[in-house]
């Protein structure tokens, strides 16, 4: 036997991630209303890949259980998943759906019963339309106040079963993206001011600081880890040399200026204010307080990097610049899905020092690959198994410098509704065949049981 190649450390959490309207289906059962995504998906022909939509999703809704057991089968320790809050608030009055309620208890029964932590993000962009209709959307704070509430509805239920919670996933693309005008944007897609976009940030902020006072307030016992799952810029420096090492640095904390620089510091990056003058944010110094709530975690979401080089002609005297990657650049089977392990050393390694976050989990990174079952009926998608190798080779370097790198959620278990992209993208461990939904594991679940079950790569 060979020494392991890249031992993680014990207890290392290795997991895999979904979210809500990507899986479950049963759209309509058992009280659920419409979120911003349905309406998006049924109401916007030609925004999504041949008109497709979540109603069916993988059917997760009533195959749970088999899902968890596939879970079990691959040894996973932690399993990442959404809440579709119009299940749990269906309507403006903002009494409990219990059945709604219910789904997600009974998946968190089976979880605990298979020895699988249950780690549960309160908002995957699944808005109700009901708060997008009443409060425009995040373009007010009572879509904030909305969302704390049902934080607490949610701690109050399973705050004393979960292991950890995410209060958000990915601020740019229920906010940017969303009020975007052009072919690319994200439900509800609509077109704002540059003052109301910066003022949807600021209560997107604001709503994730309340969630995580609200959930960890209505535990009924000690509260579970609260973080978010973010994917900002994920910066890496040219060459791996002092200049462009500290170049990179400063450019991730402006380029995250809207979002995690307030979270953590408890401020805006003066660079984002000035560059809005008077469109920016309005805000009391109350709702600072609540954005800048210590966090128990930062989750990031690593996908694909920008290149980023000290830069003495920089335009902007910023002292450093993005480098484009071009056409040509690597990637796996997405337009965006640049190559580049190394995002999993320098962001966590990056995040930890500018601000000392205790703890640190990839929340989220895995990529699309065209897979399809050969004539024995496998699916070997080893693109899949060397991107995560790579991947998992840079994780890797960031424990052993002491970053404190805890768990990885692989995006995703199973091939799922890919937004835009509708089915048309398979990112899962397992393959589904979206006729019969049957899941098979590919050869990248085999890779990663492996990978589980030595705690190393090899
Ligand atoms: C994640 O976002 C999501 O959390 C998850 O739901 C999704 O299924 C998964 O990734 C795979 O996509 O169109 O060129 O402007 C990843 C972050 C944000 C990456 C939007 C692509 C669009 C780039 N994504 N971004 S572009």
Same mark, same amino acid.
């Given at each position: 036997?060979?020494? +392991?190649? @890249?031992?993680? +450390?014990?207890?290392?959490?290795?997991?895999?991630?979904?979210?809500?309207?990507?899986?479950?289906?049963?759209?309509?059962?058992?009280?659920?209303?419409?979120?911003?995504?349905?309406?998006? @998906?049924?109401?916007?022909?030609?925004?999504?890949?041949?008109?497709?939509?979540?109603?069916?999703?993988?059917?997760?809704?009533?195959? #749970?259980?088999?899902?968890?057991?596939?879970?079990?089968?691959?040894?996973?320790?932690?399993?990442?998943?959404?809440?579709?809050?119009?299940?749990?608030?269906?309507?403006?009055?903002?009494?409990?759906?219990?059945?709604?309620?219910?789904?997600?208890?009974?998946?968190?029964?089976?979880?605990?019963?298979?020895?699988?932590? +249950?780690?549960?993000?309160?908002?995957?962009?699944?808005?109700?339309?009901?708060?997008?209709?009443?409060?425009?959307?995040?373009?007010?704070?009572?879509? &904030?106040?909305?969302?704390?509430?049902?934080?607490?509805?949610?701690?109050?239920?399973?705050?004393?079963?979960?292991?950890?919670?995410?209060? *958000?996933?990915?601020?740019?693309?229920?906010?940017?993206?969303? @009020?975007?005008?052009?072919?690319?944007?994200?439900?509800?897609?609509?077109?704002?001011?540059?003052?109301?976009?910066?003022?949807?940030?600021?209560?997107?902020?604001?709503?994730?600081?309340?969630?995580?006072?609200?959930?960890?307030?209505? @535990? *009924?016992?000690?509260? %579970?880890?609260?973080?978010?799952?973010?994917?900002?810029?994920?910066?890496?420096?040219?060459?791996?040399?002092?200049?462009?090492?500290? &170049?990179?640095?400063?450019?991730?904390?402006?380029?995250?200026?809207?979002?995690?620089?307030?979270?953590?510091?408890?401020?805006?990056?003066?660079?984002?204010?000035?560059?809005?003058?008077?469109?920016? %944010?309005?805000?009391?110094?109350?709702?600072?307080?609540?954005?800048?709530?210590?966090?128990?975690?930062?989750?990031?979401?690593?996908?694909?990097?920008?290149?980023?080089?000290?830069?003495?002609?920089?335009?902007?005297?910023?002292?450093?610049?993005?480098?484009?990657?071009?056409?040509?650049? +690597?990637?796996?089977?997405?337009?965006?899905?640049?190559?580049?392990?190394?995002?999993?050393?320098?962001?966590?390694?990056?995040?930890?020092?500018?601000?000392?976050?205790?703890?640190?989990? *990839?929340?989220?990174?895995?990529?699309?690959?065209?897979?399809?079952?050969?004539?024995?009926?496998? *699916?070997?998608?080893?693109?899949?198994?060397?991107?995560?190798?790579?991947?998992?080779?840079?994780?890797?370097?960031?424990?052993?410098?002491?970053?404190?790198?805890?768990?990885?959620?692989?995006?995703?278990?199973?091939?799922? #509704?890919?937004?835009?992209?509708?089915?048309?993208?398979?990112?899962?461990?397992?393959?589904?065949?979206?006729?019969?939904?049957?899941?098979?594991?590919?050869?990248?679940?085999?890779?990663?049981?492996?990978?589980?079950?030595?705690?190393?790569?090899?």
């Amino acid at each position: 036997m060979s020494k +392991p190649f @890249c031992p993680f +450390p014990d207890n290392f959490l290795w997991g895999a991630a979904t979210a809500s309207y990507q899986i479950e289906g049963a759209v309509a059962e058992d009280g659920r209303t419409r979120s911003v995504w349905d309406t998006f @998906c049924h109401h916007r022909p030609g925004a999504i890949a041949f008109d497709q939509n979540g109603d069916l999703g993988v059917d997760h809704y009533h195959r #749970f259980r088999e899902d968890v057991a596939l879970m079990k089968e691959l040894g996973l320790k932690a399993y990442r998943f959404s809440v579709a809050w119009p299940r749990v608030v269906p309507e403006e009055s903002g009494k409990v759906n219990e059945q709604g309620l219910d789904f997600y208890q009974r998946l968190i029964d089976e979880l605990l019963r298979a020895g699988i932590e +249950p780690w549960m993000t309160l908002f995957h962009w699944d808005l109700p339309q009901w708060v997008e209709d009443n409060c425009r959307g995040w373009e007010t704070n009572d879509c &904030a106040k909305a969302f704390g509430e049902f934080a607490g509805v949610m701690g109050k239920a399973v705050g004393d079963r979960v292991a950890g919670v995410m209060t *958000i996933n990915e601020f740019v693309c229920f906010v940017d993206r969303a @009020c975007s005008a052009g072919r690319e944007t994200f439900a509800p897609g609509k077109v704002v001011s540059k003052q109301a976009l910066a003022q949807s940030r600021h209560h997107a902020i604001y709503g994730h600081g309340l969630a995580a006072l609200a959930f960890r307030a209505a @535990c *009924i016992s000690t509260p %579970p880890p609260i973080g978010l799952a973010d994917n900002m810029p994920q910066t890496v420096p040219l060459l791996e040399q002092e200049d462009h090492i500290a &170049a990179t640095k400063k450019a991730f904390r402006h380029l995250t200026g809207e979002y995690l620089t307030p979270i953590f510091e408890g401020k805006y990056h003066p660079a984002y204010l000035e560059s809005l003058g008077a469109d920016g %944010p309005r805000f009391t110094d109350e709702e600072m307080k609540v954005i800048h709530t210590p966090l128990d975690f930062l989750g990031l979401n690593l996908y694909h990097p920008t290149v980023i080089r000290a830069d003495a002609s920089d335009p902007h005297g910023r002292g450093w610049s993005i480098v484009p990657l071009g056409e040509e650049y +690597p990637k796996m089977h997405m337009p965006w899905l640049n190559i580049g392990p190394q995002i999993m050393y320098w962001v966590p390694r990056i995040a930890h020092e500018l601000w000392n976050v205790p703890a640190i989990y *990839i929340t989220e990174n895995g990529c699309a690959y065209p897979d399809r079952p050969n004539d024995r009926g496998e *699916i070997l998608d080893h693109g899949r198994v060397f991107f995560m190798q790579q991947y998992l080779m840079h994780l890797h370097r960031a424990i052993a410098d002491g970053i404190p790198v805890k768990g990885y959620f692989h995006w995703s278990l199973m091939d799922n #509704f890919e937004w835009l992209w509708g089915y048309t993208k398979r990112f899962g461990l397992a393959y589904v065949n979206y006729a019969t939904m049957q899941r098979a594991p590919k050869l990248s679940a085999r890779f990663y049981a492996d990978v589980i079950r030595r705690n190393a790569l090899g």
